[in-house]
Structures are given as structure tokens and as C-alpha cells.
């Protein structure tokens, strides 16, 4: 694929041979590998926007990973990789930066914009809420329901991507899904009946 | 109860897309070549100095100074606790002492009062030199 080529192709997941733009981007081909970044882009940058609570430090963690990405091109062995590698490193640096920093202390507290694809039945009051109350959890509890709830990935994988026993990542959604329940009652946005 | 929450988690956790141009400020921040993998892990995690022979041997002579001054302290500790209990000894020797020769004293001034006492009446020579 030459450069003009690859320039016009879009990041549209239906239209696209991204094998061959894994293979495109391997090769150097920088427009290539913006249309893998504009593929991801929105799992990676959700990850970090849930982690970290803000817009501007989801943008910095998502430009991290892909600049990683782009320096480990060779290491990807195919598109099911390239998705689990993604979600791996940006899961991981979330938790690194939030330990890292006094972020884990304060509850999320951004505007969230609305999801990408919003339902008919969508309250975004409760969204604006589940995700506060999310933040409100220690970062590897979150990172386990960020990759359960928005990746919508099982167990196996989630114990693989965050280097941790099967069981603890069960643990970590039953008792996070528990505390989440207890302060949606605490906060009176459902009711004990709403939810027995 | 978890399928609810689960179900409102899922509502609430939909992927968002970041700000338009994501992909192109990436790629303006992007290097010119992708490095290859192994020489991007060097850069990153370049290896370290080879230590120089002072940091070889900094941690191994600290700890044997330290034990030096632990001993030192012990043994300094030790002659001190020996010269005050040596010291404490005396003083109560010394009190002693003391407590013996005031009750000597009184001892001595009661055999006197005694004596006076039970002796026969003095003759007039006596009250003489008695007076």
C-alpha cells in the first residue's frame, strides 16, 4: 500500500482490511497506523477517562499508549492482540498513574460527555453518577469493572491484562458491584426495592 | 440484584470518543521512524553505569561502620551503667558508715547517763572536780 493510498483510507472497521494495515503500519506507514489509532482510539481513551476522571489526563494516557504502540509495532502478533495489548497497557498505566499520584483520593468529579452511541432508555443522570461512584473505588477495583462493564471482557482475560488471580478478579467485581449498590441506595438514586 | 446494576454499569460505561484531531495530534507528536522495538526498550530502560568502585563499596562499608559505632556505643554504655553503680555502691557504703557512728555516739551517751546513774554518791573532792 503506498502513501497516497493509505492516506484515503478510512477508520471505519466494516470497510477496512486491518490486517493489512497492521502489516501497512509495521512497515512505517504513518496514515496506516492514525486509521488503527482512530479503530482504538475510543476503547484506549474511555479507559483512561474512567480511570482518571478527566478529559485532558484520558488524552494524555491514550497518546502514551499509542506512542508505545508505535514503538512496539513488531511485537504484535495479530488484530485480537493489538486489542487485548491496548487495553493491557492503558488498564496498567492508569493504575501506575493514579498510585502514582493524589488522583486516586478524589472521587471522579468531570462532566462526563455522553457515551458515543447514546439508547433511548439512557438516564444521564445515573450515567453522570455510576461513573462518580465508580471513581469512588481503589484504582485496580476499577480498572477489573472498567474492563468488565465498558470492555465487556471475561475474567480470564481481565486476570490476564492486570496480572492478577482469577479469583481476586472476581472478588474485586462482586464486592465493587456491592459497594456500588450500597451508595446508589446511600444517594438516593435507586431505592432498596429498586434494587433487593 | 447484580443483573440491574450490571445492566445500568454497562449503560453507563459506553465508550466515549476523545476530541476531534485525537489521531492527528498523535501523529504531529509521533517520531519521524518507529523505532524498532528492542531499540525502543533500550532507550527507554537504558541500562545503568557499571558502579564505580566508591558504590560498590559504599553499602559494605556503611554497614561495617555502623556495627563499629554499635559496638562502640555498647561498650560505652556499659562502662558508664559499671561507674555509676560503682559510684552508688560507694555512697551507700558512705551512709552506712555514717549511721553507724551517730548510733555509736548515741550508744556511748546512754552507757554514760547509765553509769552516772547507778554510781555511789560523790564525795566532796568529787563535787569539787565535778564542778
Known sequence: MTRSESHAVQADPASIDTRALLSSARGGDRAAFASLVRLHQSSVYSIGLRMLGRRDAAEDLAQDVFLQLYRRLDSIESLDH??????????????????????????????????????????????????????????????????????????????????????????????????????????????????? | MNDDIESRLRNALRRVDPDEGFAERLLAALPEQPLPARVAELRVARPAAPPSRWQRFAAPAALAASLVAAIFLGQQMGAQRYADEQRAGLEASRELMQALRVTSRKLDVAYEAVRDRDAPPARGDDEETRT
Not at chain 1, 162 to 177: A, F, G, Y
Request: glycine residues 4%; proline residues 7%.
Open chain 1, 82 to 196: 493489538l486489542g487485548f495489548w491496548l487495553r493491557r497497557v492503558a488498564a496498567n498505566l492508569a493504575i501506575d498513574w493514579l498510585r502514582r499520584s493524589a488522583w486516586s483520593a478524589q472521587p471522579l468529579n468531570e462532566d462526563f460527555p455522553e457515551p458515543a452511541a447514546p439508547q433511548v432508555d439512557d438516564d444521564p443522570l445515573m450515567t453522570r453518577a455510576l461513573s462518580g461512584l465508580l471513581g469512588e473505588l481503589a484504582p485496580a477495583a476499577r480498572a477489573v469493572m472498567v474492563l468488565r462493564y465498558q470492555e465487556d471482557r471475561d475474567v480470564a482475560e481481565i486476570a490476564d491484562a492486570l496480572d492478577m488471580p482469577v479469583n481476586t478478579v472476581k472478588s474485586h467485581i462482586k464486592r465493587s458491584l456491592t459497594a456500588l449498590r450500597g451508595k446508589m441506595i446511600g444517594a438516593r438514586l435507586v431505592t432498596a426495592e429498586d434494587m433487593p
